[in-house]
């Protein structure tokens, strides 16, 4: 199923966001998404994130899909050329795997293979431009595919916190002219600013989803506004992590913090994409505080 | 070494577009071949339109020194033209671009790669000799060599503080990309059809 169907029939869609193990075992993985993840309508699967090598993406997405979960393929530009992309396009497509995130990626400098060669052939804006290519029946060189065309339903993200706004809401429009459907934003601390940043998007008219990270400690929350892109935890936040911080480490003070946020941002965006990193198990109270 | 060569008249022309222009020249340079009869051609052909307030052939602008003692004495030229049209390398158009910061400054050239020597240009500016020249979607400011990612499309969301998540000394291309664009009124630039590198281009040299 695509998940551009549920935000046409008005549904509020929420997500969450998987990381594959570096290794072969997901039984873990998949117990997780499993007994957690049963109230979230979508599982993104991460393409070897912050450019570390892990399992793939695709088979990952494979996997769960085989256990009933409605998988997101997540896609990025930075480890593969235009022919890989595409031939892993129409492997997902043959699979069953019919939800695409588009994202450059990280650069190879932030992970754990410096050596290796950045290769951004196409960035997320090209892919989602040869997504579309592909849905009519074209591959990116001009030459006819076989058969009935794969077909997606395509993502993007974006950054509504960003300290420059402007310059990504150009980058969305022009995300949204090659082709996105929707869109996952970037982590929300600041509800003023994501919902000053929905209401210059609502131009646009695709459905996007408040990105949640939960935040896990003070420490946590300062690492990420001294090295995290598009993301600024306000100082009262971080106070009320450091005010308690058994509570804060049992996850029930970074629960209540994603829950508020949630209740404030959803009359203005169209569904939820929570990133658990690890805390998967926090995602089932914090639907529930949230009232989702 | 490296190769200049015209860009199209249809792309040149659609950018001047019964636009005020100044044109500018770099020749010289042991390092790149440049078209230098074609476009005394096909300047001609533009300065019969009468929309040309003046034209300089000089060497090396990209030395930013140099430049700029060459264009003061035509500031008032420059000031008039709604465009200015810069035949010469990558680098030679950036230069001119990061100094007339309010002016729109366009690429009549693209660069291509050969071996050899590449000269001796500024740190601050690069060209990445790709073939086929971005630098009139951008600004003046190469996509390929400002941006970490060499990014066609647009910034990614990797920038932190405006600079850039590989080097937080390297301030982010896009943003910069951004700004000017913001500065010279062409942020429609950022509506240009989707960008896709040809990397075949070396060898139809």
């Known amino acids: ?96 795997i019919d939800n695409v995130l588009a994202l450059t990626g990280d650069h190879i400098k932030l992970g754990d293979h410096k050596g290796a060669k950045p290769v951004f052939d196409l960035d997320s804006v090209s892919l989602l431009h040869t997504i579309c290519k592909l849905e009519a029946g074209e591959d990116l060189g001009g030459n006819k595919l076989v058969g009935e065309p794969p077909k997606f339903a ?57 990105g949640i990270v939960i935040l896990k400690s003070a420490g946590m929350a300062k690492f990420m506004n001294d090295n995290v892109a598009g993301i600024h935890v306000p ?28 209740k404030e941002c959803k009359p203005y965006c169209q569904g939820l994409h929570i990133m658990a990193l690890g805390w998967e198990s926090k995602v089932p109270s914090l639907l529930e505080q949230a009232g989702i | 070494m490296l190769i200049t060569q015209l860009k199209s008249k249809e792309t040149i022309t659609s950018l001047v577009n019964g636009k005020k222009i100044f044109i500018i020249n770099c020749q010289g340079c042991k390092e790149v071949h440049f078209p230098e009869k ?61 100094y007339l910061e309010d002016k729109t400054v366009c690429a009549a050239c693209d660069s291509c790669r050969l071996p050899g020597f590449q000269g001796v240009t500024p740190l601050e500016y690069d060209c990445g000799q790709c073939g086929e020249c971005y630098l009139n979607l951008t600004g003046g400011i190469c996509p390929i060599t400002a ?22 000394n390297m301030e982010c291309g896009w943003e910069r990309i951004y700004r000017r664009l913001e500065k010279i009124g ?20």
């Open chain 1, 1 to 96: 199923m695509k998940i551009t169907e549920l935000f046409e029939r008005g549904e509020f869609v929420v997500s969450a966001e998987v990381g594959p193990p570096k290794g072969i075992h997901i039984e873990h993985l998949l117990e997780e998404a499993k007994t957690y993840l049963k109230g979230v309508t979508a599982v993104n699967v991460t393409d070897n994130q912050s450019s570390v090598m892990r399992l793939g993406s695709l088979a990952t997405c494979k996997a769960l899909k085989d256990e009933g979960l409605l998988p997101i393929y997540q896609l990025t530009c930075r480890d593969r050329n235009r022919i890989a992309l595409q031939s892993d396009l129409l492997s997902a497509a043959m699979l069953g």
């Open chain 1, 154 to 210: 395509k993502g993007a993200v974006v950054s509504p916190c960003s300290d420059s706004v402007d310059s990504q809401l150009a980058k969305m429009e022009r995300k949204v002219r090659a082709g996105a459907e929707y869109f996952q934003t970037q982590a929300v601390y600041e509800p003023e600013k994501f919902i000053e940043f929905m209401e210059k998007a609502k131009q646009f008219g695709k459905p996007v989803q408040l």
């Open chain 1, 235 to 262: 100082q009262d936040m971080i106070d009320e992590l450091k005010a308690d911080k058994e509570k804060a480490k049992a996850g029930i003070t970074g629960v209540e913090i994603a829950a508020r946020i949630i």
């Open chain 2, 38 to 98: 074609e476009a005394a051609e096909f300047q001609k052909e533009l300065a019969a339109d009468g929309k040309v307030t003046g034209t300089i052939t000089t060497d090396y602008i990209c030395n930013p020194e140099n430049m700029k003692l060459r264009l003061e004495k035509h500031m008032s030229e420059i000031k008039a033209a709604d465009l200015v049209l810069v035949f010469s390398c990558g680098v030679g158009v950036q230069t001119i671009a990061e």
């Open chain 2, 147 to 168: 941006c970490s990612k060499s990014l066609l499309n647009g910034q990614c969301g990797g920038a932190k503080n405006g600079k850039c998540e590989v080097d937080p």
């Open chain 2, 186 to 205: 062409r942020l429609d630039a950022l509506k240009s059809p989707v960008q896709i590198r040809n990397y075949a281009t070396d060898d139809e040299v």
